[in-house]
């Protein structure tokens, strides 16, 4: 998996497959590579590394043509390597790129050997070209070898097949992963997200689940998963060709805040399928390692710590493991006690951050059941230790204040979660709602960033103001603490987080009129007792901002600012859902204060020194 990018024009096609993978870079990835179409053969070029080195590539053997397919690779089967890089070929007649993951790829690998097809590479994606290529011989149709293909495979998957028997056509189909299809004049593309192809159209058509399409220069033609040809809309982006830039945006910060519910989307997409979390997102070995998982260690450092104590607050109620979450310069430093059957998570935005990269290194010497780096940056040191890998796939993060990384690390430990707890008892029905509302998220997001506007306007109440005081219960007790950090980090405010049951066990003392108290109350089993605390802040003349479930109600008295999301959560979608308004009040807040958003003063954005 990574980027997909294909065309069927009369012009050459390999300038707009270069210029739609430089664009899917964000993405992260590995290798890259490009199959060209010409006089019924196909020429492929695949390089280890960035895409500009197989660009040096093309620049001394040129290469043109009116089909082609093209990919940016993150590795989930085999390593990185050429012969691993796509597309994959079969026979010198198939040529597919491939995103997802072909969770029964071994057994359908098994079949094709009996048949003495051969394998140059340890994907799983070439399985599925010598599959289409066998179907092939058979049907003589390229539409209907992929129909027979994908009905064999278990998993999630985004595919564009091109034939050289079958010139100037592309067919694709998808199944839990994305793929869309642009409409030009005489001419169509497809790819694996709608920027790689903003520089030649703005019309596109959205396949469903299950969906096939068979894409010509002049037609596009899609079957449903019955069968059945049908017809989807096209919609016009809304997105400019800059879209992977700052665009209109004032800063890089606000820019990621608003691209969270994409993000998120990412981080979710080939992941999920059928109501249930597929293991093999975690790493080829991941099902055997989360069998003997009987307790969960977590390393960060900062906004990344802050996801962990998240995910222990899920692991220990949804799966009832033990877990413990830590800051890595204090780990690195002691020595720790390994239950037998621990598995050792650590979590980075770079996967360069040193205390973490330190912690990881000594995880792998002790008795731990596996290391799982969750991280967005594959060719990062961290990723290339690990045991197993989960990205979360969030983009460039230009900002120095986490922000789509840290939803994103949410949405990912979230996938960890259900997976570990349908070992531990949860029900497939239990798993199929949790999925649902994983799901769920990316919309909600959308919903939550329509407070905006309201959030700009009650951030002036804290301009003046050189302290501030979160507060949240349970679970929002992190989000507190990171909506805490963000308003220290870009503001310079002195912002501070407590769980709020402990008020009364000091930090009351610092409550007066000049001190805010922002505070985050979902409609949960806590929010009785929240209350409680808050109004032993009104009793002493404190300030509060709180942001609250529609459903709740703390009634309009004076000192008590209440701003609505707007829509009733549920409490495993919260988490992420309540950090978002928490963002937008310290960016907000710090464009006010005058402070360089992006780049605040002495912070840099991957730690890589002690």
Request: overall charge negative.
């Amino acid at each position: 998996m990574c980027g997909i990018v294909g065309a069927v024009a009369e012009r050459n096609v390999v300038p707009i497959l270069m210029e739609g993978l430089r664009r899917l870079e964000y993405r992260g990835y590995d290798s890259a590579g490009i199959a060209i179409q010409k006089d019924r053969k196909i020429t492929r070029v695949r390089r280890l590394g960035k895409v500009q080195q197989l660009q040096n590539a093309l620049d001394e053997n040129p290469l043109s043509g009116t089909t082609g397919i093209s990919h940016t690779r993150w590795a989930t089967h085999g390593a990185p390597s050429e012969i691993n890089a796509h597309p994959h070929m079969s026979h010198e007649d198939i040529a597919i790129v491939h995103n997802g993951i072909i969770e029964n790829y071994q057994e359908l690998r098994d079949k094709l050997v009996e048949l003495d097809y051969e394998f140059e590479s340890e994907t799983d994606t070439e399985v599925v070209a010598h599959r289409i290529q066998f179907h092939l011989k058979e049907t003589r149709d390229l539409a209907e070898a992929v129909r027979k293909t994908v009905a064999e495979l278990e998993g999630a998957y985004a595919l564009v097949v091109m034939s050289a028997s079958d010139p100037h056509k592309l067919v694709l189909a998808r199944a839990g992963c994305p793929v869309v299809i642009g409409v030009g004049i005489d001419e169509n593309f497809v790819a694996s997200d709608v920027a790689a192809l903003l520089p030649v159209t703005r019309t596109f058509m959205f396949l469903d689940e299950g969906d096939i399409a068979v894409v010509e220069r002049t037609s596009v033609t899609i079957f449903d998963n019955a069968g059945r040809e049908v017809s989807r809309p096209m919609k016009e982006s809304e997105l400019s060709a800059d879209a992977a830039e700052r665009g209109n945006f004032r800063h890089y910060m606000q820019k990621e805040i608003h691209e969270q519910a994409r993000a998120v989307a990412r981080t979710l997409e080939d992941r999920i399928g059928n109501g249930k979390v597929l293991d093999a997102a975690f790493g080829i070995k991941a099902g055997k390692v989360l069998d003997v998982t009987r307790g969960v260690h977590i390393v960060a450092c900062g906004t990344s710590y802050h996801a962990g104590l998240v995910a222990r607050y899920w692991i220990e109620q949804l799966c009832r493991l033990p877990c413990s979450v830590e800051i890595a310069s204090e780990y690195r430093y002691r020595s720790p006690v390994v239950p037998d059957g621990t598995l050792f998570i650590a979590i980075s935005q770079s996967g360069e951050t040193a205390d973490t990269l330190a912690a990881i290194r000594a995880a792998k010497v002790m008795d731990y059941v596996s290391t799982l780096a969750i991280c967005n940056v594959p060719e990062s040191s961290m990723v290339r230790e690990a045991g197993l890998v989960m990205m979360t796939r969030a983009g460039p993060e230009i900002g120095v204040a986490s922000t789509k990384a840290f939803t994103t690390q949410l949405a990912a430990l979230a996938l960890l979660t259900i997976a570990l707890a349908r070992r531990n008892g949860l029900e497939e029905k239990q798993e199929r709602v949790l999925v649902t509302q994983l799901a769920e998220v990316p919309g909600l997001i959308e919903q939550v960033l329509t407070l905006d506007g309201a959030i700009e306007t009650l951030a002036q109440h804290f301009v003046d103001k050189h302290h501030a005081l979160f507060l949240g219960r349970g679970v929002q007790n992190p989000v507190a603490m990171e909506g805490a950090l963000k308003l220290k980090e870009i503001s310079y405010i002195h912002a501070e987080a407590y769980a709020a049951g402990e008020l009364k066990h000091g930090p009351l003392a610092l409550v007066d009129e000049d001190m805010p108290v922002v505070a985050v109350a979902p409609d949960d089993e806590l929010l009785e007792k929240l209350k409680s605390n808050l109004q032993e802040v009104r009793a002493r003349g404190g300030e509060l901002y709180v942001f609250s479930d529609p459903r709740v109600q703390f009634g309009d008295r004076i000192g008590i600012h209440t701003m609505r999301m707007p829509a009733a959560i549920q409490d495993f979608q919260a988490p992420i859902l309540y950090t978002i308004p928490l963002q937008l009040l310290a960016y907000h807040v710090a464009v006010l204060k005058g402070t360089d958003v992006d780049q605040p003063r002495n912070l840099a954005k991957s730690v890589t020194v002690e």
